[in-house]
């Protein structure tokens, strides 16, 4: 099988390879089924696939599907992974885990939200405690996400966050716009009034089958950031953090980090690999979100925009509708030969380097 042919083009067929894959290396498979169905009444399911000792001490994991829509980059990854052999490279001892669509309802309706339109990585924060403010996003809620779609709206709209970056800067925008917002249930990037379906059972999976671990190394993967096919290694912790330094150990200076300005990413409320920590209490996770670039960051904001207002006034099943879900595929995953072999040599390389940090660990 080609690299290309790694990578599906639904969910359905996402699923089914995945688990043929996880067969043929001979990977024990966990299903998780959700209470949803798809676009055509499918099934909608997170699997787990495990090759390895079921006690390791030493895992690595990756996550595909955190944001829906972006599940085809890692799903490719991973079945490739399994199918091509590599899996089989882990020293004896370590244990690979792969977590296939953990958000199974936005990958399968191509959308980057859960089925309450929480983005998931957003998700994580302590809904007991006063939740984060985000004045920014407050003051652009309606540009953002206004009742009409056209062209005379998108140029407005346009203008008015023009103007808003050009008051408080680039990243200032980019800030208010993608941190986080727990005002708007309606919005974009909403991180949602309490732990999601996802969030439960990404804690649960790292929980039921990590629970031996005393190392466990993380993939997440994600698309619509950066330059186009560049696979940004970004690590989301403290700048202090210890898990910077095991980051730098074991993947050089090639990653960035929100938190010291370096990633085209922002600092962000609320997201994964705090449930991921908070379910393996004691043991030490390295975790990365693995970004691979698709299209420039303004088409594919509006790629989003688009889509939050088609599920919230359109028809996705018209022509506009359907026309909006290819503008959105297309900011989430380029469908060409040379962005899949990117995507994957750049996946292979960070798996081999997190499996010597393991083996070294």
Request: with cysteine; charged share 20%.
């Amino acid at each position: 099988m080609s690299v290309a042919d790694y990578f599906p083009t639904d969910f359905p067929r996402a699923r089914s390879r995945f688990v043929d894959a996880a067969a043929q290396a001979g990977a024990r498979l966990f299903t998780y089924a959700h209470p949803g169905q798809g676009p055509r009444g499918e099934p909608l399911a997170t699997e787990v696939a495990w090759l390895g000792p079921a006690e390791a001490e030493r895992v690595l994991v990756t996550v595909s599907g955190t944001h829906g829509a972006e599940g085809f980059c890692g799903s490719g990854v991973q079945s490739g992974w399994l199918d091509s052999g590599l899996a089989g490279e882990q020293e004896a001892g370590i244990a690979y885990m792969a977590v296939h669509a953990i958000n199974p309802h936005g990958f399968a309706w191509l959308r980057r939200v859960t089925e309450d339109n929480v983005d998931l990585n957003r998700n994580f924060v302590d809904f007991a405690a006063p939740l984060p403010e985000n004045p920014g996003y407050d003051e652009l809620a309606e540009v953002l996400c206004p009742p009409v779609w056209d062209d005379a709206t998108i140029a407005a709209t346009h203008d008015v966050l023009a103007a808003y970056a050009e008051a408080h800067g680039t990243a200032g925008l980019q800030a208010a716009v993608t941190n986080g917002q727990y005002r708007h249930p309606a919005g974009i990037f909403f991180g949602g009034a309490g732990p999601t379906w996802s969030h439960l059972m990404l804690k649960e999976i790292f929980a039921r089958h990590l629970g031996p671990a005393r190392k466990v190394a993380v993939i997440d993967y994600h698309t619509g950031l950066g330059p186009r096919g560049h696979g940004e290694r970004i690590c989301p912790v403290v700048a202090d953090s210890p898990d910077l330094a095991r980051v730098r150990d074991w993947y050089g200076d090639d990653f960035t980090c929100p938190a010291l300005g370096t990633s085209s990413a922002t600092e962000i409320c609320g997201f994964n690999v705090i449930g991921m920590v908070e379910a393996l209490p004691g043991t030490e996770v390295t975790a990365i979100a693995l970004e691979y670039g698709t299209l420039p960051s303004e088409e594919v904001k509006l790629a989003l925009r688009a889509d939050n207002w088609l599920h919230l006034h359109g028809d996705p099943a018209s022509a506009k509708g359907r026309a909006i879900k290819a503008q959105l595929r297309e900011a989430f995953y380029q469908d060409a030969d040379d962005w899949k072999l990117m995507v994957w040599e750049r996946a292979v390389e960070t798996q081999r380097l997190a499996l010597a940090g393991l083996a070294g660990a």
